[in-house]
């Protein structure tokens, strides 16, 4: 297995989306998760992941609260709100359109 590969401009938004769908997570967490569910292959470094996090945040597609984290360290948990659903949801048809074009030029070239 190769050394985890970091992420490309864009794509931080749709795994952050799609990873805390299911549950609020803390920063760190969510990191952890997209490099379990991607095998290891996917990497979120801090200076993307917060970045990102604020971003998501200020345009109203999650929102965070203050809680406590596995090891009992204070952590800021994020949740998708209902706005964040429905961009999820735009997001997801969007990296199939932009996937499938991609694979069509290989396929094709």
């Not at 931080?12 to 609020?24: G, R, S």
């Not at 984290?69 to 999820?88: D, H, M, P, V």
Request: charged share 25%.
């Amino acid at each position: 297995m190769g050394k985890p590969t970091d992420l490309v401009q864009g794509t931080v938004d749709l795994l952050i989306l799609k990873t805390i769908a299911l549950e609020p997570l803390h920063g760190w967490a969510i990191a952890q998760r997209i490099r379990q569910l991607s095998d290891e292959i996917l990497q979120v470094q801090q200076g993307s992941l917060y970045p990102a996090l604020q971003r998501l945040e200020k345009q109203g597609w999650i929102t965070a609260e203050w809680g406590a984290s596995e090891n009992n360290r204070r952590a800021r948990f994020y949740r998708l709100t209902k706005a964040g659903q429905k961009q999820l949801v735009h997001e997801e048809a969007e990296w199939a359109r932009l996937s499938g074009g991609i694979g069509l030029v290989l396929k094709k070239a």
